[in-house]
């Protein structure tokens, strides 16, 4: 059982150790988190567990409330000894790109929900046979590991730019579901628009930005940029002249209704013959 105490621990540490249950606590120092903050994982005993139904009643309740605290991770099997998986969980989140280091949140079962697209096969997690979450519909999702007592798993350029999309995915699933319950393909779909915002020279951490432009490529139309006007915001967002999602939001309706129609895609089709 996996826990990020950060926000909220639903547990007493002391009672479970007392109970035969320790709390092995992963160490990332020199990130601003207290000790008493760090996230850890404790063994149970069996699937007969008391301690497997109460955390699975939190990790449902977590996730189907909408909650912005997901302390209740998950739950993995492995048989490496703890000091290890203490290790390589340390290791898979202390990261360096670019100038600087980052951690990388995999346990969150808000990023760990796009691992299997970010990783493609090869596994998600180190030092683990499986990892299972509960996932904002309030289902048990299993995600792949790599059991194998090595260092954290490598991560090249194109994951990189993928796991840096999470935040903008995330914040543009939420809103889309506030006004609809968005299809099984959402996420695979944001993505797609969220990699074209970055070929257009969005910026990911303009987050307004790109949560417009991609959930306007997705509920408006899929080719949304080739709109003139559409491409004039993106030019003026592109030379820091105005923000994409103002000039937006300042059209009428008419242009959306416009935009939405698609009949100016006619003319890039090219002419048939025959």
Not at 58 to 75: E, I, P, T
């Amino acid at each position: 059982m996996f826990v990020d105490p950060l926000l909220q621990d639903p547990f007493d540490r002391d009672a479970l150790s007392v109970g035969g249950q320790p709390a092995h606590a992963v160490d990332v120092p020199n990130w601003g988190i207290a000790p008493k903050e760090y996230p850890y994982f404790v063994a149970l005993d069996s699937s007969l567990d008391r301690l497997l139904d109460h955390s699975c009643v939190l990790a449902f309740d977590q996730a189907l409330g909408n909650a912005d605290v997901r302390s209740l991770c998950g739950w993995f099997a492995s048989d490496l000894p703890a000091v290890q998986l203490k290790r390589l969980f340390a290791a898979q989140m202390r990261r360096t790109a670019g100038s600087g280091p980052w951690m990388f949140r995999f346990f969150d079962p808000r990023v760990m929900r796009h691992l299997p697209a970010v990783f493609a096969g090869q596994g998600a997690v180190a030092g683990v046979e499986q990892w299972w979450f509960v996932d904002h519909r309030g289902q048990t999702q299993a995600v792949q590991g790599i059991h194998e007592p090595t260092a954290a798993i490598p991560i090249n350029a194109e994951q990189q730019l993928k796991l840096d999309r999470i935040g903008v995915l995330n914040q543009a699933f939420s809103q889309w579901r506030e006004s609809a319950e968005p299809p099984r393909d959402a996420f695979a779909r944001l993505d797609q628009a969220a990699a074209k915002a970055q070929a257009l020279g969005f910026s990911i951490e303009d987050e307004a930005d790109c949560v417009a432009f991609m959930l306007h490529r997705c509920l408006v139309h899929a080719r949304i940029e080739e709109h003139p006007h559409v491409a004039g915001w993106i030019a003026a967002m592109r030379s820091k002249e105005a923000n994409y999602v103002d000039l937006a939001a300042q059209s009428d309706e008419r242009l959306w209704a416009d935009i939405e129609s698609g009949h100016w895609t006619a003319g890039k089709q090219g002419a048939r013959h025959g």
